[in-house]
Nanobody, 124 residues
Framework: QVQLVESGGGLVQAGGSLRLSCAASGRTFSSYIMGWFRQAPGKERLFVAAMHWIGGVTSYVDSVKGRFTISRDNAKNTIYLQMNSLKPEDTAVYYC?????????????????WGQGTQVTVSS
């Protein structure tokens, strides 16, 4: 059974930083794309960043480029999202997801497994 467990969310002031973690278990993820999405209240779930687990190819939505970095620790089977220079508009529930694909997926329907989400709140 695949499990994705996010952690690291919280409340931070604008300009601050947070690092989200996603611990993956249940299968070998070497052929997977791992992604981060976020969903603000009353809004749709939107793509933030993704990377291929083995190849390391990454993709980011324009609004986070230069501020967020997706990375992985193969030994720990964990994906990270380092978020710097946070803005109030980054406030959302952040979800980790896994897609059994060799191509980076940027829509929610491209992903097969989801974590439970972690709340990020950025105060102005």
């Amino acid at each position: 059974q695949v499990q994705l467990v996010e952690s690291g969310g919280g409340l931070v002031q604008a300009g601050g930083s947070l690092r989200l973690s996603c611990a993956a278990s249940g299968r070998t993820f070497s052929s997977y794309i791992m992604g981060w999405f976020r969903q603000a209240p009353g809004k749709e779930r939107l793509f933030v960043a993704a990377m291929h687990w083995i190849g390391g190819v990454t993709s980011y939505v324009d609004s986070v480029k230069g501020r967020f970095t997706i990375s992985r620790d193969n030994a720990k089977n964990t994906i990270y999202l380092q978020m710097n220079s946070l803005k109030p508009e980054d406030t959302a529930v952040y979800y980790c997801a896994a897609a059994q694909s060799y191509r980076v997926q940027t829509t929610p329907r491209g992903y097969d497994y989801w974590g439970q989400g972690t709340q990020v709140t950025v105060s102005s």
